[in-house]
């Protein structure tokens, strides 16, 4: 649907269970990707990488993000800029919510090829 404006509230989007731990809720548009995802304390997304710029903001809780060489906590009101095809792996820390911006767009998620999301 080239050109059409499109409102959607988060309250109308079905939040889709991913694990036992983490859950998101998804908005994709022609070029982009934006995810609104909860995950419990404890929680892991397992080492990954992928061709998108991601845009990661937490706003409740903290992520402890692993890169091969470094690694970094996201507390609540920071932005985190992960680069296109950098691998790394997510742990949960204290319940949190966060939103994430993906470009391009997660073809991957809409196609189902999320399975490392799925544990």
């Known amino acids: 649907m080239k050109n059409e404006v499109r409102k959607i509230s988060w309250e109308a989007l079905e939040e889709e ?3 036992a731990t983490v859950s998101r809720q998804m908005v994709t548009g022609e070029k ?3 995810t609104r995802m909860s995950a419990k304390n404890g929680a ?6 992928h061709p998108n710029e991601e845009y990661m903001m937490v706003t409740s809780g903290a992520l402890r993000y692993q890169f091969d060489d470094s690694e ?4 609540a009101n920071d932005v985190l800029i992960v680069p296109p095809d950098v691998p790394h792996s997510i742990r949960v820390e204290g319940d949190a919510t966060f939103f994430v911006f993906f470009s391009p767009a997660r073809e991957d998620w809409l196609r189902g090829e999320d399975q490392y999301l799925r544990r």
């Open 17 to 19: 269970r991913l694990s």
């Open 32 to 34: 982009a990707t934006l």
């Open 72 to 75: 970094m906590v996201v507390n």
């Open 44 to 49: 892991e997304i397992p080492r990954h990488s």
